[in-house]
């Protein structure tokens, strides 16, 4: 799914966007996020990194560099920001925010809304108005990143 983004046309726009998450202007800027969570039950992080390298549903290392062990560097994406530390720089609910709609903060981000169907186009008729992500896999996989400390 994301990985048929062809890296030549995408590589500056990201990282634009890369620099000026590290700068914190993005950050700053940006609304404070999904303050409630999607489900009654808390994240799991373990679910959460499994959904995370999960071709068909996360699929976040195709874009984003994330601390597998054993994983070699190259075999990650570098379309994103890496997230070794996202943890750190980002508070739950804006990790929520970018994971359930991420065009809530850039309209052009090249990030799939793994939790939104609104708005979308050229969705392929047997996937239209399905979220990529169950509400519990995105508490999930917000878990999972809020422990990249």
């Known amino acids: 799914m994301v990985r048929q983004h062809h890296h030549r046309n995408v590589r500056l726009t990201a990282f634009g966007v890369a620099l000026a998450l590290m700068a914190g202007s993005a950050v700053e800027a940006a609304p404070r996020g999904i303050a409630q969570p999607l489900t009654a039950m808390p994240g799991d992080p373990a679910n959460g990194f499994k959904v995370a390298l999960d071709f068909?549903?996360?699929?976040?290392?195709?874009?984003?560099?994330?601390?597998?062990?054993?994983?070699?560097?190259?075999?990650?994406?570098?379309?994103g920001p890496d997230l070794t530390h996202v943890g750190?720089?980002?508070?739950?609910?804006?990790?929520?925010?970018?994971?359930?709609?991420?065009?809530?903060?850039?309209?052009?981000?090249?990030?799939?809304?793994?939790?939104?169907?609104?708005?979308?186009?050229?969705?392929?008729?047997?996937?239209?108005?399905?979220?990529?992500?169950?509400?519990?896999?995105?508490?999930?996989?917000?878990?999972y990143l809020a422990t990249l400390k």
């Open 88 to 143: 750190a720089a980002l508070t739950v609910p804006q990790l929520r925010q970018r994971i359930v709609d991420p065009r809530a903060l850039d309209p052009q981000t090249l990030m799939p809304a793994f939790h939104s169907t609104d708005g979308l186009t050229r969705v392929d008729p047997k996937f239209a108005g399905k979220p990529i992500l169950t509400a519990q896999e995105v508490e999930d996989v917000v878990a």
């Open 56 to 79: 068909n549903r996360g699929d976040c290392d195709a874009c984003h560099r994330l601390p597998v062990p054993g994983r070699p560097a190259d075999s990650f994406g570098d379309i």
